[in-house]
């Protein structure tokens, strides 16, 4: 198996450089153990293309976005009909009103619902709600879990075993420069899938607290699954003293059940903030939940919030997504491939765990088990390992996202793709130094 040259993607990203921060437009753009990102000219279906004319099967999907692959035809051609139209109105449409129902109908907690462009401003605007709601000002979140990139988000996104602190007290860490401390102090820290320790925070902070935000299957860091029972335990918490119950599904929204992980795992919150799949590649967010507390004064503003072309792509998007079928492909492409790549791991020596949820799959390398939280996957989980595997991958013609094994199946894949990421598993295992 041939190594990718790739010797005008780093000329370009040298000189990009020059003149763009980082060289990237987002610091997810470029991992941190590679030298320089790979440079794409166009993608279609499972695969991108690279400057050099490489060929990859990509499982990044754009970060999130691509559920139904790249340049899906159904998209563009309502993207292409809406350009004709004018691609920005600052009005209401009735494409506006018939996204609205639909997703009102599809998402089990969607009464009503509010738009903005980013996973970011939507958490804002779900966190706001919260607060008027409930006219309290405390919101829980958990260490590794992600929901945006404000002062007050980017908080404890990350960590690793030394600066974890404890389960029972998780650490406040704060992650880029500029950051207000200020802004985080109504932010509290908790660990995910303790059931027994966010009920003592309950009962010691009850009165105080807006909110708990979460992803219902962790997935910005690990993966990892939520214990059994925690998120019906979480629910009936919530209820019990008042918290406002808030989903982020930016990652899992249409990517586990047209619904998300709502539907998936049966558990209904107050709120939830979808983002990325929403319109198959187009900047589009939502808030939505409870009429009582979307209603609750909070009034939403931004010039590109729902413009007629996200909204096209969103339509689109979900009228393919509800075909019949989807889903079950997905899964049936995602048992294929952890199937296959447990084999692999045996054949090779290599301890890996993977499992598959809708179009998700984990992948944790050094594991031989699925993580409890997120302090077992990051004393257990080997990501210096992960991080070489995502190098290897990449320059023999696979794309995975980098540090955290949140692999992404589209509608677009094939056996075919599956069988090929396979072929390049066998090729580059044993290339892997087993370090912990």
Known sequence: MKKFITKKSEELFQELSQYLVDGVSSSFHKAENESYPIAMTHGKGSKLYDVDGNEYIDYIGGFGPMILGYAPEAVNVAVKKQIEKGSQFSTPTQQLLDLSKKLTEIIP???MVSFQSSGTEANMHAWRLARA?????KIVKFSGQYHGWSDEQ???ITANADTFGTEKAPSRIMTTAG???AATDDVIIASWNHTDALETLF????????AVVMEPYMCDEGPIMPASGYLEKVRTLCTKYGVVLIFDEVITGFRMALGGAQ?????TPDLSVFGKAI????SLSMVCGKREIMNCGVHPSGTFNATPIAVAAALATIEELSKPGIYEQMDKLGEMFCNELALLSKKH???????????????????ERAPKDYHDYLNHANIQMYNALYLLMRDYGVRITSSRGRIYLTTAHTEKDIQKTMEVFDFVLPMLKTEK
């Open 109 to 111: 907690c969607a009464e």
């Open 133 to 137: 709601y409930s006219r309290k000002q």
């Open 154 to 156: 980017k908080i404890s």
């Open 179 to 181: 950051q207000r401390k």
């Open 203 to 210: 009962q010691q902070k009850g009165d105080e607290i807006a």
């Open 263 to 267: 539907q998936y795992f049966g558990i």
């Open 279 to 282: 319109a198959g590649g187009y």
């Open 349 to 367: 020596g290599i301890a890996l765990y993977t499992e598959h949820h809708g179009g998700i799959i984990q992948l944790e390398m050094g594991m």
